[in-house]
């Protein structure tokens, strides 16, 4: 089946550059997302990446898609306190069902 | 704006009573998905739906149930919740434009 993980803790400071990674199992992935979610909110979509581009860069954030080694990260340039929150990433399968990583708790200091 | 309603936003049942969660949809969709997301952890779907066509998840308790009469909306039955179903229950419906997110109903479980 499919199975998706990240990381569990990241911390960075202020100012710095964050990566997140995120390894998946399903070789049929068509999309790959990535979601953020702060204290009792909801998911925002943050950005997502088709299976056959290996990287999107969408202002601060930028997206590497390595799918021979079944890798993805994401990059937040300048990382600012706004960006503490829960990031989950995601994978798109050929069912059209959206499995979710173990999410990866970032934590920026002053 | 199109959008997916979750009512309510926090919900408190019973121990053993049946609840049932809501989802609306404005975006005629024909895929919806029901995922359930417990305290610091990733999201883990329950089950979806390809227009009337339900598909459960191996591994969604039987004491979960669906209901979806139109495109519109879908119903998520609790039939006898049990502390450990105290979680963020979120719907989304898939589209040409990706997936989208409800705010999620927490429920509470006393």
């Known amino acids: 089946g499919e199975d998706v993980e990240q990381s569990l803790f990241l911390s960075v400071r202020e100012g710095d550059s964050s990566v997140i990674n995120c390894t998946y199992t399903?070789?049929?992935?068509?999309?790959l997302y990535w979601y953020k979610q702060e204290p009792g909110a909801g998911l925002q979509l943050l950005t997502y990446?088709?299976?056959?581009?290996d990287m999107k860069q969408d202002q601060r954030l930028t997206v590497l898609l390595n799918k021979k080694d079944k890798h993805l990260s994401l990059r937040i340039a300048d990382t600012q306190t706004g960006d503490s929150a829960i990031y989950f990433c995601?994978?798109?399968?050929?069912?059209?069902?959206?499995?979710f990583g173990t999410g990866t708790r970032l934590q920026v200091f002053p | 704006d199109a959008m997916v309603i979750q009512n309510p936003r926090y919900q408190v049942t019973q121990f053993g009573k049946p609840v049932t969660l809501s989802c609306s949809q404005t975006l005629n969709h024909n895929v919806m998905y029901w995922y359930q997301q417990k305290s610091s952890q990733a999201p883990k779907l329950l089950f979806h739906y390809y227009d009337k066509d339900f598909n459960n998840e191996a591994d969604t308790p039987d004491n979960f149930q669906s209901r979806r009469p139109n495109t519109s909306f879908c119903f998520l039955d609790i039939r006898s919740p049990g502390l450990g179903d105290a979680a963020m229950y979120l719907c989304?419906?898939?589209?040409?434009?990706?997936?989208?997110f409800g705010s999620g109903t927490r429920l509470t479980v006393v």
């Open positions: 995601a994978e798109r399968g050929n069912t059209d069902k959206l499995i």
């Open positions: 989304a419906t898939m589209g040409l434009g990706g997936y989208t």
């Open positions: 399903d070789s049929s992935s068509t999309y």
């Open positions: 990446i088709f299976s056959n581009m």
